[in-house]
Nanobody
Framework: QVQPVESGGGLVQPGGSLRLSCLGSGHTFSTNAMGWFRQCSGKDREFVAGISWSGLRKYYTDSVKGRFTIARDNARKTVYLQMNNLGPDDTAVYYC??????????????????WGQGTQVTVSS
């Protein structure tokens, strides 16, 4: 069973920055789109950012555009989410997802894809 592993979550002050890392799994990492979702307390899980298998296409939800950046390092089988100018509304459990198919654009993921356990991000002073 493929399961990516997130790290880098924690407590940060408003206006601060944090970088999440996700270690992918499997020999097909370089051909898999990757993404990040988050789930705020009492809310549904929502899409945050995605990156295509090639790294050439990136997608962001409107609320994080200009603040968050997704990137991948195939040599390390790792995808990153750089989060800047964080606010309380960014507090959530952040989940990494690795697509089950190949050559995806990173704009959409499903329950059939491979999901991590999540890492908590708390923005508070």
């Amino acid at each position: 069973q493929v399961q990516p592993v997130e790290s880098g979550g924690g407590l940060v002050q408003p206006g601060g920055s944090l970088r999440l890392s996700c270690l992918g799994s499997g020999h097909t990492f370089s051909t898999n789109a990757m993404g990040w979702f988050r789930q705020c307390s009492g809310k549904d899980r929502e899409f945050v950012a995605g990156i295509s298998w090639s790294g050439l296409r990136k997608y962001y939800t409107d609320s994080v555009k200009g603040r968050f950046t997704i990137a991948r390092d195939n040599a390390r089988k790792t995808v990153y989410l750089q989060m800047n100018n964080l606010g309380p509304d960014d507090t959530a459990v952040y989940y990494c997802v690795q697509e089950a198919d190949d050559y995806g654009m990173g704009a959409a993921f499903t329950t059939a894809d491979y999901w991590g356990q999540g890492t908590q991000v708390t923005v508070s002073s």
